[in-house]
């Protein structure tokens, strides 16, 4: 097995973390899950929109 301690992680390294949870916690984690997606699409949709009504950013940043 190898060591995480001391290595940086690729982002786009896969990782296969499958946890095994009882029924009871899925059932509750589950809508809390939800919950916490459908704000973050909310958001990001908001964000996006604000973006797109100030024209987003042309400048060259080169």
């Known amino acids: 097995m190898k060591r995480m301690c001391g290595r940086q992680g690729d982002l786009f390294e896969e990782r296969a973390v499958a946890l095994d949870l009882d029924l009871k916690l899925r059932t509750k984690l ?4 939800q919950a916490l997606l459908t ?23 080169a």
């Open 30 to 33: 589950t809508p809390l899950l």
């Open 39 to 61: 704000e973050a699409a909310r958001f990001g949709a908001e964000a996006s929109a604000a973006c797109d009504a100030e024209g987003g950013d042309d400048a060259d940043h």
